[in-house]
């Protein structure tokens, strides 16, 4: 067996759960790869880079997922984002994400507040956008906005693309490893909510990567304040010095916003001054 051969095994033995099959093929890959130069067996390799997916994004995410489901619900809603009854069910779907569902008794004030001086939104760059996409209803969009988003999942991200179109916003929400490529086209606002934690457990680098890589005007991190299982445990204090250390020495200028559950920092460029 070569080692081309014995690569693409691993991969597919990986892929084969259910709760694997739709992460980005190009990340299981190299994971794959690392298990199999470290000198791991195919068994405990298939264990190990389950896990590290897992902990990377797995874990944040309810299992069975109904996407299709889902995508039929929606075709009956309005697509007015305005609509209650839109809302609701917004609502209700982003209770299945960890990251959204922990936001949700504080999302009105979280992007009221966090984006208050931006007024209405032309461009928004959601990196790692989970179930966030849900989320649009409550940002100031101007007419003509546009909506990028990408994640590691391709049904999460064919989802929050539907949901962009059901809602007539122009962009795009794809599938992709942000480890591998920053995307670079020019936006108005990045999110990157509660996700370099979880990046950093791929590759240490991509924080400060991911701050310098983004071609945007605003950029909005967030830390959780809590662990999965509920704990604060200081977690928002270690992500603050993390957060600090980040962004030592750019010259981005800063506000910081504390929620109960997640700790948020709007980065926005300096303004030139008129010559
Ligand atoms: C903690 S969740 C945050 C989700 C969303 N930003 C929010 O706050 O509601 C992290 C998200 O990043 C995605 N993710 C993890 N690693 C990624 C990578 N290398 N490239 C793209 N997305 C990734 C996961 O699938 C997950 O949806």
Same mark, same amino acid.
């Given at each position: 067996?070569?080692?081309?051969?014995?690569?693409?095994?691993?991969?597919?033995?990986?892929?084969?759960?259910?709760?694997?099959?739709?992460?980005?093929?190009?990340?299981?890959?190299?994971?794959?790869?690392?298990?199999?130069?470290?000198?791991?067996?195919?068994?405990?390799?298939?264990?190990?880079?389950?896990?590290?997916?897992?902990?990377?994004?797995?874990?944040?995410?309810?299992?069975?997922?109904?996407?299709?489901?889902?995508?039929?619900?929606?075709?009956?809603?309005?697509?007015?984002?305005?609509? %209650?009854?839109?809302?609701?069910?917004?609502?209700?779907?982003?209770?299945?994400?960890?990251?959204?569902?922990?936001?949700?008794?504080?999302?009105?004030?979280?992007?009221?507040?966090?984006?208050?001086?931006?007024?209405?939104?032309?461009?928004?760059?959601?990196?790692?956008?989970?179930?966030?996409?849900?989320?649009?209803?409550?940002?100031?969009?101007?007419?003509?906005?546009?909506?990028?988003?990408?994640?590691?999942?391709?049904?999460?991200?064919?989802?929050?693309?539907?949901?962009?179109?059901?809602?007539?916003?122009?962009?795009?929400?794809?599938?992709?490893?942000?480890?591998?490529?920053?995307?670079?086209?020019?936006?108005?606002?990045?999110?990157?909510?509660?996700?370099?934690?979880?990046?950093?457990?791929?590759?240490?680098?991509?924080?400060?990567?991911?701050?310098?890589?983004?071609?945007?005007?605003?950029?909005?991190?967030?830390? %959780?304040?809590?662990?999965?299982?509920?704990?604060?445990?200081?977690?928002?204090?270690?992500?603050?010095?993390?957060?600090?250390?980040?962004?030592?020495?750019?010259?981005?200028?800063?506000?910081?916003?504390?929620? %109960?559950?997640?700790?948020?920092?709007?980065?926005?460029?300096?303004?030139?001054?008129?010559?």
């Amino acid at each position: 067996m070569t080692g081309a051969t014995d690569l693409t095994e691993l991969v597919d033995a990986i892929r084969k759960a259910p709760a694997y099959r739709r992460i980005e093929p190009g990340l299981v890959a190299r994971l794959a790869g690392a298990e199999l130069s470290k000198g791991r067996t195919f068994k405990e390799a298939v264990k190990a880079v389950r896990g590290k997916l897992h902990q990377v994004a797995g874990a944040y995410l309810a299992d069975g997922l109904e996407l299709d489901a889902w995508a039929a619900e929606l075709a009956l809603l309005s697509h007015d984002r305005h609509d %209650p009854a839109l809302r609701a069910w917004c609502q209700s779907k982003m209770s299945q994400h960890a990251s959204t569902r922990e936001r949700l008794p504080t999302l009105a004030e979280f992007y009221a507040q966090t984006l208050a001086g931006l007024g209405a939104l032309h461009s928004i760059l959601d990196l790692g956008c989970g179930l966030n996409p849900l989320a649009l209803p409550w940002m100031n969009l101007a007419p003509d906005a546009a909506y990028y988003g990408c994640d590691l999942y391709g049904d999460l991200a064919g989802f929050g693309d539907a949901f962009r179109q059901h809602l007539g916003l122009g962009g795009a929400v794809v599938t992709s490893d942000l480890t591998t490529a920053i995307p670079n086209q020019p936006v108005q606002l990045a999110l990157a909510l509660k996700l370099i934690p979880c990046l950093e457990q791929l590759d240490k680098t991509i924080g400060s990567r991911l701050l310098t890589g983004v071609n945007t005007e605003h950029l909005l991190v967030s830390f %959780p304040a809590r662990s999965l299982g509920g704990r604060a445990k200081g977690m928002g204090r270690t992500y603050e010095s993390h957060f600090l250390e980040l962004t030592a020495g750019q010259d981005w200028q800063v506000q910081r916003f504390a929620f %109960p559950n997640e700790l948020a920092f709007l980065l926005s460029r300096p303004r030139m001054e008129p010559a």
